[in-house]
C-alpha cells in the first residue's frame, strides 16, 4: 500500500527518465490521469494511455526525449500527506522564471498554476515540473 500515490507517480517517472526508458506504468487513478494529461498538453510527455492490468488498471506513460536529451528535466512534490501546501491566487509561484509549471488541486479539478491564477482560483500546491 502507498501512502503518498503522487509522490510514488512522479518517482517512477523521474526514475524512468533516469535511466532512459522509452515508457513506465503506474497504477491508474484519477487523480493521476489528470496530472498525465497535463503534462501531455505541456509537451513534458509523449502521451499517456490507460491498460487493463490484473488486478486493477494501469497508465502506460511514454516519455518524450529531444535529441536524446529528456523533455522533462526534474519533477518535484511540494504538498504532502504530512504537510499540505495550500495557496491562495496571489502566491501561486512561477517555477524557474516561467519555465517550469506549478500543479494546484482546485474545487474545479486539477490544473495549471498559471491557469488557476487566470480562473481565480487557489488550492492545493502538488508539485512542481520542469
Not at 509522490?7 to 489528470?34: C, E, G, Q, W, Y
Not at 490507460?50 to 536524446?68: A, F, H, S, T
Request: positive net charge.
Amino acid at each position: 500500500m502507498v501512502t503518498d500515490p503522487i509522490a510514488d507517480m512522479l518517482t517512477r517517472i523521474r526514475n524512468a527518465v533516469m535511466v532512459r526508458h522509452d515508457s513506465v506504468l503506474i497504477p491508474a487513478s484519477k487523480t493521476k490521469l489528470s496530472i498525465a494529461k497535463i503534462l501531455k498538453d505541456e509537451g513534458f510527455i509523449t502521451d499517456y494511455a490507460v491498460l487493463r492490468g490484473e488486478p486493477q488498471r494501469v497508465i502506460k506513460i511514454i516519455l518524450k526525449y529531444i535529441d536524446n536529451q529528456p523533455a522533462l528535466l526534474g519533477l518535484e512534490r511540494v504538498s504532502k500527506p504530512g504537510l499540505r501546501i495550500y495557496v491562495h491566487r496571489r502566491e501561486i509561484p512561477r517555477v524557474y522564471g516561467g519555465l517550469g509549471v506549478a500543479l494546484l488541486s482546485t474545487p474545479k479539478g486539477i490544473m495549471l498554476g498559471k491557469d488557476a491564477w487566470r480562473q481565480n482560483l487557489g488550492g492545493e500546491l502538488l508539485c512542481y515540473v520542469w
